[in-house]
């Protein structure tokens, strides 16, 4: 009676394991790593994140409307691993001083404007919750419809004589977040 039960147990066992090597090995073909790269006054910048595809979903919306990622919500900023910044000088990050170094950046999308914040945990799969109270900076800006429709989620920088600003844009929506020395 055991060893049936035993058998039955490791199979199982055998088959997550596998699904799941499976599906850790598959999904950046899914959703592919990127960078995104700026250079302003010296200061380089650097986001490391996965770029996910609309695939024909609603994105952002009310959860009730099943959106991908619903109003209100934490968002890693991509998919899979935790998206990462890192500044190779101190920076004022919308208007918010930050230090040198390597943060995890997320948001809360909202229908007009987006939470953003930097926070100091590192090492993280992207889709757990950061530790909040590791939250370095959270800023507010504004979202933006775009007349065209983003397939794939894009991070990228417009740098002028004034500072940079970090664009994400996915779907019909562009939010974009000032960057100054």
């Keep these: 009676m055991k060893r049936p039960v035993l058998l039955a147990i ?3 066992i055998i088959v997550l394991v596998g699904y799941l090597a499976y599906a850790m090995l598959t999904t ?6 990127a960078e995104a790269k700026a250079n302003f006054k010296g200061t380089e910048i650097d986001v490391a994140y996965c770029q996910p595809y ?4 609603v994105i952002f919306g009310e959860e ?3 959106a991908l990622q619903p109003y209100g919500k934490y968002w890693r900023l991509g998919a899979n691993e935790a998206t990462q ?4 000088s101190d920076v004022v990050f919308a208007g918010d001083q930050v230090k040198e170094g390597t943060y995890r950046m997320y948001a809360v999308p909202g229908k007009d404007q987006w939470e953003v914040s ?3 945990e590192l090492g993280k799969w ?3 919750e950061p530790n909040y109270s590791l939250d370095v900076v959270k800023v507010k800006v504004p979202a933006q419809k775009t007349e065209d429709t983003a397939e794939q989620f894009v991070i990228t920088f417009d740098t002028d004589s004034i500072g940079t600003l970090m664009n994400f844009v996915w779907d019909r929506t562009k939010v974009s977040v000032p960057i100054t020395k």
Excluded at 28 to 33: A, E, G, I, L, N
Excluded at 54 to 57: A, N, P, S, T
């Design 10 to 12: 490791g199979l199982l």
């Design 118 to 120: 930097l926070n100091s």
């Design 126 to 128: 992207g889709a757990f």
């Design 85 to 88: 910044i890192t500044f190779s």
């Design 64 to 66: 009730s409307d099943g």
């Design 28 to 33: 950046k073909s899914h959703s592919p790593f």
């Design 54 to 57: 609309k695939k024909g979903r």
